[in-house]
């Protein structure tokens, strides 16, 4: 299907009314997870997988989550400049310059500028899915089982490294994911795995209640413990239009940052996060004044917040054209895909391509509409950090363990919920990311099931990994990048080692 045709029919599908209500109610419930601090966008996703099971259309499910995950991205910046508290993860290098614009009584430019922004890289992230998802998918109808296997395995390799968290600490979490995973019954034999004479886990754990718990009722606890009173630094929002010279000092970080955020996106494992910080630290390099960085410099605003909506755009590639999830929150919707009968691939846009140009079309509507929410509304977001999450953290647990019974009518899955979302809690209070775990949840049983079906093509040899030219490059790939990570391990930990010396 030409790309012309498949996005005007695309349209077509997201301007249906049913589609087009739940990309706004996405926008809106993503803006105010990213304005409510605590609450990311993988956290709602996964307490709202039950909602998403019970809507019926595929196509509309995922425009719903979709637009959750990239309005948290727009957001996430209206606290981290008024509270220096970043709503989400990619929001924290935004706090520095942000939070000092809003004590200057620039907090009207701040916030127009990462809405402006943001609204440019997450247009050019679509664009290029736009283009981009479909000559890679159509490439990637060659691929066979080592290919996917290999691909799978670079995608855990890269959710380790680049989780921004320690790599130990990330391969930890990597195999208590893929010891989860394997928990009941074998696919093939038929035998009980880790199941301890447990009849409830025989049918292993539901991923709707692991990704709830790890992450929703953790994030709530986390949550309400960290709440102390947040002060905004004003309450005055003041003149939105950015001055003549805050465009110009802005116009290039923003074009810098819609082109890393869309790069760092593709890549397994990157996500917005990556590409916030990456474009921070580009954005101090190549600065005449770099001394203003953390005092209040627009670029130090504008650059991550455009990399990181562009990101979140492109994020989509991999999922829509490989399958592979580039971070949790894509993780719960890849998830959410493989429950309603659909699987994410290159297959995708051939089988299922209301789904496929249905959700991109929707991209490019949901970003007008967040740029409309986030701008003239953006004093009705500040209203909504006032709501005591004493009342509001109860109400979602009530809720989401509601959802957690409904699944299969049973109390099990309730208990689970709790176990993981204290689980959740510690892990995180100890400094261990949940999302190489959460990835490798998923991806386990795929990688578990292309070893199967390569070794049964190849009658047991492993050579059929490397000796056909597209999974060998791609595991010469993994393994260039595992020395690469392993060697820069090596030499931070040795430059450590002789500051500690000197001094």
């Given at each position: ?29 993503g803006?105010?997870v990213g ?8 956290a ?13 259309s ?8 979709a ?9 996430g910046s209206?606290?981290?400049?008024l509270?220096?508290i ?29 809405a402006?922004?943001?609204?440019i ?27 996917y ?28 994911g893929?010891?989860?995973?394997n928990?009941?019954l ?15 886990l025989?049918n292993g ?20 413990e ?14 939105l ?19 890393i ?9 990157g996500g ?16 005449k ?20 909506n ?19 929150a ?7 895909l493989?429950v ?10 051939s ?34 950090l006032k ?12 809720f ?34 949940p ?12 990688i ?56």
């Amino acid at each position: 299907m030409d790309v012309f045709q498949g996005l005007f029919d695309g349209f077509a599908i997201a301007f249906a009314g049913n589609n087009l209500l739940f990309c706004f109610l996405g926008a809106i419930l993503g803006t105010a997870v990213g304005v409510l601090p605590g609450l990311g966008p993988s956290a709602t996703i996964s307490l709202l997988l039950p909602v998403v099971y019970a809507m019926g259309s595929p196509s509309t499910s995922i425009i719903f989550l979709a637009g959750i995950y990239y309005g948290a991205m727009y957001g996430g910046s209206t606290t981290s400049i008024l509270l220096r508290i970043p709503g989400e993860a990619a929001s924290v290098v935004t706090a520095i310059d942000g939070y000092q614009m809003a004590k200057m009584g620039r907090a009207g430019s701040a916030l127009a500028i990462a809405a402006i922004g943001s609204f440019i890289a997450g247009t050019v992230g679509v664009i290029g899915l736009t283009f981009v998802a479909p000559p890679l998918a159509e490439f990637a109808i060659r691929f066979g089982p080592p290919e996917y296997f290999a691909m799978m395995l670079i995608g855990l390799l890269l959710a380790v490294f680049l989780s921004g968290g320690s790599p130990i600490k990330g391969t930890i979490m990597l195999f208590l994911g893929i010891l989860l995973s394997n928990v009941g019954l074998d696919p093939i034999s038929g035998k009980e795995r880790f199941t301890f004479g447990f009849v409830a886990l025989q049918n292993g754990f539901e991923f709707v209640t692991l990704a709830m718990g790890l992450f929703g009722l953790s994030e709530v606890f986390l949550t309400l413990e960290a709440k102390a009173g947040n002060e905004f630094v004003t309450k005055k929002i003041g003149r939105l239009l950015p001055s003549a010279q805050e465009w110009a000092d802005s116009k290039w970080p923003i074009f810098r940052g819609s082109l890393i955020g869309f790069f760092t996106g593709i890549i397994p494992g990157g996500g917005s996060v990556v590409a916030s910080l990456t474009s921070y630290a580009l954005e101090k390099r190549v600065s005449k004044h770099p001394e203003e960085f953390g005092e209040g410099a627009i670029a130090g605003v504008a650059g991550p917040e455009s990399a990181n909506n562009g990101a979140s755009s492109s994020s989509f590639i991999p999922l829509l054209t490989l399958g592979i999830p580039c971070n949790a929150a894509i993780s719960m919707i890849f998830a959410a895909l493989l429950v309603q009968g659909i699987t994410p691939g290159p297959f995708l846009i051939s089988e299922h391509p209301d789904i496929f140009w249905g959700v991109i079309a929707s991209m490019y509507i949901g970003n007008v509409i967040l740029l409309i929410l986030n701008l003239p509304l953006v004093g009705l977001w500040v209203q909504l950090l006032k709501v005591p999450f004493g009342i509001l953290g109860p109400v979602i647990v009530l809720f989401t363990a509601v959802g957690c019974y409904s699944l299969n009518n049973d109390t099990f899955n309730v208990y689970v919920f709790i176990a993981f979302g204290v689980l959740g809690y510690f892990l995180r209070k100890m400094c261990f990311d949940p999302g190489p775990m959460i990835m490798a949840f998923i991806l386990a049983p795929l990688i578990e099931n292309a070893l199967r079906q390569s070794l049964l093509m190849s009658a047991g040899s492993f050579t059929i990994f490397v000796s056909r030219p597209i999974s060998g490059s791609i595991m010469a790939l993994f393994f260039i990048i595992l020395i690469g990570q392993i060697y820069a391990a090596y030499k931070s930990r040795k430059k450590a080692r002789c500051v500690v010396t000197e001094e």
